[in-house]
């Protein structure tokens, strides 16, 4: 990608600050065009520990962004273990990765883009397009004119809500529950042969998952850097996410839940089932978790990305479920892909943007349904609990996961 002086190519908008904006807003800014991003959050965003399997595409697009990565990026791990109910290894499958966590990655895309053209505390609440451009009507009373405006904003994307009402993501009948854990305070209770390994266990309709992360202030010295969880679990929509979702006041919370408002008898059923399903180390560790949190998990797929000069990407567009290790690395192929259209174009978005949005959609649809395939064991769990009988997917399902999670590519 030829590098031009800020400006040159004409200005493009970007609603949302997370990964994909930044990955977005990087690329862009090296080919020439002035970007802004608004961000409605008005502090720094954190992700509460969520860690991320990198890929090679992942590291392509940050050397494209000028940010060359090495082992600084993350933790090595040499492979992966799947452990029985009582702590037996079950199996073993040598695999070296890079795990890291959305904090350290998020932390390198924001320092490298430049806070004056960062504007948070400050959303995207309209538009009006022209044959000259994009008119973008801010939270503060400004109004901006881009060439383009792109949707970043996220799975419950404003941006989309208003280019089509009537989509939202569809609850996939279970939730991750997630936390992080010292690795000193683990180290005392589990071995090295655990802790150092991307660790699996399977409980029946159910799995959990852990590797190790940066610690505190992205410190990689080992005894300093912490341990990612997720366990996924059923939860029918109609009972068990009810009742996950209110908290201590009554009150029904829509989609999500602020992890301090979780009631504590429902992280003490969380502990207690630990101690009843899960392998002692995995035990161990949503035991040591101080406040363990939970996400539903949530499929979303566009049936359009491109609105003339308005475009959806990253979890705006498309949301997989996490099994397939491609959330981060999604949104910033998506971002690489609109540069790379843009100047095989030579920068007329008219072009551009039709051949993209046909690329990304075959792209998104490829990752949905691969976490569809990979958690279909977790999903018929759920129609078990409510009582429904469930399909016809196979338990082979979940084990996939063992060795699908951060491999599966979409061609």
Same mark, same amino acid.
């Given at each position: 990608?030829?590098?031009?002086?800020?400006?040159?190519?004409?200005?493009?908008?970007?609603?949302?600050?997370?990964?994909?904006?930044?990955?977005?807003?990087?690329?862009?800014?090296?080919?020439?065009?002035?970007?802004?991003?608004?961000?409605?959050?008005?502090?720094?965003?954190?992700?509460?520990?969520?860690?991320?399997?990198?890929?090679?595409?992942?590291?392509?697009?940050?050397?494209?962004?000028?940010?060359?990565?090495? $082992?600084?990026?993350?933790?090595?791990?040499?492979?992966?273990?799947?452990?029985?109910?009582?702590?037996?290894?079950?199996?073993?499958? %040598?695999?070296?990765?890079?795990?890291?966590?959305?904090?350290?990655?998020?932390?390198?895309?924001?320092?490298? /883009?430049?806070?004056?053209?960062?504007?948070?505390?400050?959303?995207?609440?309209?538009?009006?397009?022209?044959?000259?451009?994009?008119?973008?009507?801010?939270?503060?009373?400004?109004?901006? $004119?881009?060439?383009?405006?792109?949707?970043?904003?996220? /799975?419950?994307?404003?941006?989309?809500?208003?280019?089509?009402?009537?989509?939202?993501?569809?609850?996939?009948?279970?939730?991750?529950?997630?936390?992080?854990?010292?690795?000193?305070?683990?180290?005392?209770?589990?071995?090295?042969?655990?802790?150092?390994?991307?660790? /699996?266990?399977?409980? *029946?309709?159910?799995?959990?998952?852990?590797?190790?992360?940066?610690?505190?202030?992205?410190?990689?010295?080992?005894?300093?850097? *912490?341990?990612?969880?997720?366990?996924?679990?059923?939860?029918?929509?109609?009972?068990?996410?009810?009742?996950?979702?209110?908290?201590?006041?009554?009150?029904?919370?829509?989609?999500?839940? %602020?992890?301090?408002?979780?009631?504590?008898?429902?992280?003490?059923?969380?502990?207690?089932?630990?101690?009843?399903?899960?392998?002692?180390?995995?035990?161990?560790?949503?035991?040591?978790?101080?406040?363990?949190?939970?996400?539903?998990?949530?499929?979303?797929?566009?049936?359009?990305?491109?609105?003339?000069?308005?475009?959806?990407?990253?979890?705006?567009? /498309?949301?997989?479920? %996490?099994?397939?290790?491609?959330?981060?690395?999604?949104?910033?192929?998506?971002?690489?892909?609109?540069?790379?259209?843009?100047?095989?174009?030579?920068?007329?978005?008219?072009?551009?943007?039709?051949?993209?949005?046909?690329?990304?959609?075959?792209?998104?649809?490829?990752?949905?349904?691969?976490?569809?395939?990979?958690?279909?064991?977790?999903?018929?769990?759920?129609?078990?609990?409510?009582?429904?009988?469930?399909?016809?997917?196979? *338990?082979?399902?979940?084990?996939?996961?063992?060795?699908?999670?951060?491999?599966?590519?979409?061609?």
């Amino acid at each position: 990608m030829t590098e031009q002086h800020e400006g040159d190519r004409g200005r493009i908008a970007i609603c949302g600050g997370s990964m994909a904006g930044l990955f977005a807003g990087l690329l862009l800014r090296r080919q020439g065009w002035r970007v802004d991003i608004y961000e409605r959050s008005g502090e720094e965003l954190a992700s509460r520990g969520a860690g991320i399997v990198t890929h090679p595409e992942l590291y392509r697009v940050l050397a494209a962004c000028g940010l060359h990565q090495d $082992r600084s990026l993350g933790v090595e791990v040499p492979g992966r273990i799947t452990l029985d109910r009582d702590g037996t290894i079950l199996g073993r499958h %040598p695999l070296v990765q890079m795990t890291t966590s959305w904090d350290r990655l998020y932390r390198l895309l924001r320092d490298a /883009f430049p806070s004056e053209a960062y504007h948070t505390g400050t959303a995207v609440e309209g538009f009006e397009q022209s044959g000259e451009g994009v008119e973008v009507t801010l939270s503060d009373g400004r109004r901006d $004119r881009a060439d383009l405006l792109i949707g970043a904003d996220g /799975f419950r994307s404003g941006l989309r809500a208003r280019l089509m009402p009537e989509l939202a993501p569809a609850y996939a009948g279970y939730v991750a529950w997630r936390g992080l854990v010292e690795e000193t305070a683990l180290a005392r209770v589990c071995s090295p042969d655990f802790i150092d390994w991307f660790g /699996f266990c399977l409980p *029946r309709h159910e799995q959990i998952l852990g590797y190790l992360v940066a610690g505190v202030g992205d410190d990689l010295r080992p005894g300093h850097r *912490r341990y990612n969880w997720a366990w996924y679990r059923p939860a029918a929509a109609e009972s068990g996410l009810a009742d996950l979702l209110t908290d201590a006041e009554g009150r029904r919370h829509e989609m999500a839940i %602020p992890p301090d408002l979780v009631r504590d008898e429902v992280t003490a059923r969380l502990r207690a089932d630990a101690e009843r399903l899960l392998a002692p180390e995995f035990n161990e560790v949503v035991r040591l978790t101080e406040r363990p949190f939970f996400q539903p998990i949530y499929d979303l797929e566009s049936p359009k990305l491109v609105f003339g000069r308005v475009l959806l990407m990253g979890d705006a567009a /498309f949301v997989g479920r %996490p099994h397939v290790g491609m959330g981060v690395t999604k949104a910033a192929a998506d971002a690489m892909a609109l540069a790379e259209a843009l100047e095989a174009a030579d920068y007329d978005h008219r072009v551009a943007l039709p051949l993209w949005e046909a690329d990304r959609l075959r792209y998104g649809r490829a990752v949905v349904v691969r976490g569809q395939e990979l958690g279909a064991d977790l999903t018929e769990g759920a129609a078990l609990a409510a009582g429904r009988r469930p399909g016809t997917q196979a *338990r082979a399902a979940n084990l996939m996961a063992t060795i699908g999670i951060g491999l599966a590519t979409p061609s």
